[in-house]
């Protein structure tokens, strides 16, 4: 059964830090490329960050810089540090993983950055 459950979300302030990790079971991490989207209230879900399996990466244009997507294959697990947080970057955070014409979703964390 695969399973992607992020953690890590939480109400900060603008400015602060928070770490969101994605656990994933049930497929072979390490083929997958893995990615963190975001879904504000009113807005489409877009991509955030993603690292391949041989750990490039790319982000989006309003978070470079400030954001860090890593992986540990030997703990099935891929993180976004999110730094800097601003209002804008409140948003459910969803985990990706992608292989071939396979994609799995986790169920997402909710981030809020409000003073």
């Known amino acids: 059964q695969v399973q992607l459950v992020e953690s890590g979300g939480g109400l900060v302030q603008p400015g602060e830090s928070l770490r969101l990790s994605c656990v994933a079971s049930?497929?072979?991490?390490?083929?997958?490329?893995m990615s963190w989207y975001r879904q504000a209230p009113g807005k489409e879900r877009e991509l955030v960050a993603s690292?391949?399996?041989?750990?490039?990466?790319n982000y989006e244009a309003s978070v470079k810089g400030r954001f860090t997507i890593s992986r540990d294959n030997a703990k099935n697990t891929v993180y976004l540090q999110m730094n800097s947080l601003k209002p804008e970057d409140t948003a459910v955070y969803y985990c990706?993983?992608?292989?071939?014409?396979?994609?799995?979703w986790g169920k997402g964390t909710l981030v809020t950055v409000s003073s």
């Open positions: 049930g497929f072979t991490f390490s083929l997958y490329a």
């Open positions: 690292i391949r399996t041989g750990g490039s990466t």
């Open positions: 990706n993983g992608a292989w071939s014409v396979r994609s799995y």
